[in-house]
């Protein structure tokens, strides 16, 4: 399995600046908010969203899908954030696209952020429960499956177009007036 390569650009760029920014202020004994003006959030906001629908687009797997075990394998970090490691053994309810079955068992691995600290808006991925049912768009080789569309691979189609639409007016709403 590859891991998707993310490319810089333009918003992380300026996020960095930001946050480096942010961290000089606050070793001068200034205020410390690690945010982003408004319009460029909603920028990397809806940047972000075009990514994960491109992934959903990739998915090899759409399923409704049975949470039958989820475990948290490790932990590390302080907080800002915490990476967690997540296996999570399931089974297919209904499959919406590709060669799984239903009936078929599956493990999925991911990691996920946990940030306790202020920052900039982040999606993350949840952390999974077991009896839980969801939508999932992964990206499976045999048996084994990862996340295909980031923290939005397990948000439902028609909420998935609600965000979208919302991160879209944000845009308009916080974007230069003509």
Do not use: H
Request: aromatic residues 6%; contains cysteine.
């Amino acid at each position: 399995m590859t891991t998707p390569v993310l490319r810089p650009t333009f918003f992380s760029f300026l996020a960095r600046g930001v946050a480096s920014l942010t961290v000089a202020i606050g070793l001068l004994g200034g205020p410390v908010l690690a945010v982003m003006p408004p319009y460029y959030e909603a920028l990397a906001a809806q940047e972000r969203i075009t990514a994960a629908a491109k992934g959903r687009l990739e998915s090899t797997d759409v399923l409704k899908l049975a949470v039958v075990d989820a475990k948290r394998k490790s932990s590390t970090g302080n907080n800002c954030p915490t990476a967690e490691a997540w296996e999570v053994r399931g089974q297919v309810m209904q499959p919406l696209k590709g060669r799984k079955a239903a009936g078929e068992k599956l493990v999925l691995r991911y990691s996920r952020n946990v940030w306790a600290c202020p920052g900039p808006v982040r999606e993350e991925l949840p952390a999974l429960r077991s009896g839980e049912t969801i939508e999932a768009y992964l990206l499976c080789e045999r048996s084994i499956c990862r996340p295909a569309a980031g923290a939005l691979s397990f948000t439902a189609q028609a909420a998935f177009e609600e965000q979208t639409k919302r991160r879209e007016d944000d845009v308009r709403r916080l974007g230069p007036k003509p």
